[in-house]
């Protein structure tokens, strides 16, 4: 398949490892006007090498500014915007009519992605973004595969991008405003604190009593604002047929171990590898229960079940010398126990045993047990800084 695989890079050393998994892209935040403050995201000084970094491996890196802007945000917008420009940054992502027309103004040779927050529903819309210059659409999350098709039929000229996997926010192309009531802190500025994910239950107040009652949808209580996860690696093809140029992957605040497992997943059915072997990856690590959401003729579906999923981050490594593997520790483990390694190499799911355990002072040891501390063991596959090891959980 000919689309591009657009990765979340919460911080620099996502990006470098997005990149390491297989992705063609990725997008990011600066420490301004983005949708998601509560990630590391990027300095100025680090955007600008991660765009070097990238360009430098034929990768892109799309960034952020899709907040809903408020007058008091525009001239640092637009002193960000003049900045990516000269950056080199492959596009700006915006969500503002008005941010928009403040970028053809002050960085008029910078390409523009119009954000899924500006719900880009029909073909045109999608039109008019294209007639003011818009290189590419992030699609609403609400439509159908056949909707994008006739999107695609209307503006054969357009880029259109669409998300493939991850949470699904519960509010209409993600114009919330339960966090703000409930904590001051806006999504549509970035502060989301997913009060959606939370369990429910309502009050019944009358003079001299409160009443509370569960609003029972299963064992485990209600969660009748919390979203299934987007999964759509089984249908990528589908996706291409009805115009999809990007595969988008959500998760900008998601972990090391979820970025590199679901990015090679989706990097291997990309380049023809078994979907429904490869979709058995995606339940490794954490996730709610998938949904293929409104994209297929189904409605979307809501559930709060997590779960950690099929296996534990053992830890990442960090070289590998005369047949010795370094790996900085994230999980406990043990001299003797099986580890399972997560690459984009041909290994990839080789099984070894950890055998002449040692600490960082060379010691010998039984139990690498702090945190971030680099261990070594004897290894017969020559691996690459940026590899996992994990294990399979009972």
């Known amino acids: 398949m000919k689309g591009e695989l657009l990765a979340p890079a919460g911080n620099l050393a996502k990006l470098k490892l997005a990149f390491y998994y297989g992705a063609d892209a990725v997008y990011a935040g600066g420490r301004n006007f983005s949708l998601r403050t509560f990630a590391d995201n990027f300095s100025e000084e680090e955007l600008e090498e991660g765009i070097a970094y990238a360009h430098a491996r034929g990768k892109k890196v799309y960034v952020a500014a899709n907040i809903f802007a408020r ?10 915007l003049r900045r990516l420009d000269e950056m080199g940054a492959d596009a700006v992502l915006i969500s503002d009519p008005g941010a928009f027309l403040l970028c053809r103004e002050v960085a008029p040779d910078l390409p523009v992605h119009i954000s899924t927050q500006a719900n880009t529903c029909n073909a045109l819309a999608a039109k008019f973004w294209a007639e003011q210059g818009a ?16 999107i695609h039929s209307v503006c054969p000229f357009l880029e259109l991008e669409a998300f493939v996997h991850g949470a699904m926010c519960i509010s209409y192309s993600g114009r919330c405003y339960l966090s703000d009531y409930m904590d001051g802190r806006s999504a549509n500025r970035g502060a989301c604190i997913q009060a959606c994910r939370r369990q429910y239950r309502i009050q019944a107040r009358e003079e001299g009593a409160e009443d509370f009652y569960d609003v ?26 009805a115009g999809v140029v990007s595969f988008k992957i959500e998760g900008r605040m998601k972990g090391e171990f979820y970025l590199a497992t679901v990015v090679n997943a989706y990097r291997r059915i990309l380049d023809g590898g078994d979907k429904d072997v490869l979709g058995r990856e995606l339940l490794a690590c954490a996730h709610r229960d998938y ?25 990442i490594v960090r070289g590998y010398e005369n047949g010795r593997v370094l790996v900085e520790m994230r999980t406990r483990f043990f001299e003797g126990e099986t580890l399972e390694i997560l690459t984009p190499f041909a290994h990839f799911g080789e099984k070894i045993a950890v055998s002449g355990l040692k600490n960082a002072d060379g010691e010998r040891c039984d139990d690498a ?9 004897d290894c017969p596959f020559a691996l690459c800084e940026g590899d996992i090891l994990r294990r399979k959980r009972a």
Do not use: C, W
Request: proline residues 1%; hydrophobic residues 35%; aromatic residues 10%.
């Open 369 to 377: 047990k702090l945190v971030q501390a680099v261990y070594s063991f």
């Open 135 to 150: 290189k590419r659409i992030v699609l609403a999350r609400e439509l159908s595969v056949a909707e994008i098709a006739e």
């Open 71 to 80: 007058n008091f945000d525009l001239k640092g917008m637009g002193t960000m």
């Open 216 to 241: 029972e949808e299963d064992g485990r209580g209600a969660y009748v604002l919390n979203s299934k996860d987007l999964n759509m690696s089984g249908y990528l093809e589908e996706l291409e047929r």
């Open 291 to 315: 949904t293929t959401a409104y994209e297929l003729p189904h409605a979307q579906s809501f559930e709060g079940a997590q779960t950690q999923g099929e296996y534990d981050f053992a830890g």
